[in-house]
């Protein structure tokens, strides 16, 4: 069955950095653009990175831009999200999504609080 595996959250002190990853089986993974959501306490989804299926380019929110780096292994079926200069706001829950035409599939989630 399909499977979106997060690891790699925590907590962490402002500055510090994270790396999440996503561990993908169940289906073509090298098929599907890859992203990263997070949903904060009170607050919407949103999309924080994504990648298209071929890794060409990075898409990125604008609070995250020039901090994050979402990257892919398609060998190894994995996507990965480097976390640098936390800041508390970036304190949510962390979503791996999977996406091909109308198919979607989503983690389990992972927390990531940052704070001193």
């Known amino acids: 069955q399909v499977q979106l595996v997060e690891s790699g959250g925590g907590l962490v002190q402002p500055g510090g950095s994270l790396r999440l990853s996503c561990a993908a089986s169940?289906?073509?993974?090298?098929?599907?653009?890859m992203s990263w959501y997070r949903q904060a306490p009170g607050k919407e989804r949103e999309l924080v990175a994504a990648?298209?299926?071929?890794?060409?380019?990075?898409n990125y929110v604008g609070s995250v831009k020039g901090r994050f780096t979402i990257s892919r292994d398609n060998a190894k079926n994995t996507v990965s999200l480097q976390m640098n200069s936390l800041k508390p706001e970036d304190t949510a829950v962390y979503y791996c999504?999977?996406?091909?035409?109308?198919?979607?599939?989503w983690g389990q989630g992972t927390q990531v609080t940052v704070s001193s």
């Open positions: 169940g289906f073509s993974f090298n098929t599907y653009a």
């Open positions: 999504n999977a996406a091909r035409a109308w198919t979607r599939y």
């Open positions: 990648i298209p299926s071929n890794g060409a380019n990075t």
